[in-house]
């Protein structure tokens, strides 16, 4: 149910690795990677980064800043997008460096509300 | 010697409060701010980011993803930019939720030579 949803972000992201649902927890509920051989990369990307998605929804809230909807880190060979889905989901769409992280964005927005929708 | 390219930031990106350069021990080097009633909010902000940066660059160095180049943080009311400028510090642009970010990110790419010029 989230895997044709992810894969269509994958494909439609130019440079897009992969797209991994996640809890806050640090547990995948689903992913789609395009490359096999990097898939466990970025489960182990997506898993350090739910660290930061929580880090940051704390911060957030501390500083009375509203609640976090998305954070972009760019790197020196990728970029890594984080969506949040509900307080305890995000979704992780990962990009080469040289990809479209632009147009992944505009599509997590996009897409958003379907994983939402897939999640209740 | 960093103000006014702070001050230029802010003034030239539609929503921004303020621009702050920043150790990644959470030490702020200089600041400059549209409206000094939120002066005090900037500068927490920044410290509890300053956290952030350090917890990413070091997961990004663990995953060997290439050296950390930007953080893009949007919440309900505020978008948070913060870009690198060397191992040990960076520069924090804080950009109204319905304010220009992709604006802010585009200036923060072009003059960051500027501010690192100035760090030597």
Chains 1, 2 share one sequence.
Not at 89 to 100: C, Q, S, T, W
């Amino acid at each position: 149910m989230f895997k044709p949803i992810l894969k269509n972000l994958v494909e439609q992201t130019p440079g897009a690795q992969s797209a991994i649902l996640m809890g806050c927890d640090g547990i995948s509920v689903d992913h789609f990677t395009a490359d096999v051989t990097v898939e466990e990369d970025g489960q182990s990307i997506a898993v350090e980064f739910a660290a930061v998605v929580t880090e940051v929804s704390h911060a957030a809230s501390l500083l009375k800043v509203g609640g976090l909807d998305e954070i972009a880190v760019r790197c020196g060979n990728l970029s890594i997008l984080l969506s949040m889905l509900t307080k305890e989901y995000f979704v992780a769409l990962l990009v080469d460096r040289d990809g479209n992280a632009a147009k992944g964005r505009y599509l997590l927005r996009r897409d958003a509300h379907l994983l939402r929708a897939a999640l209740d």
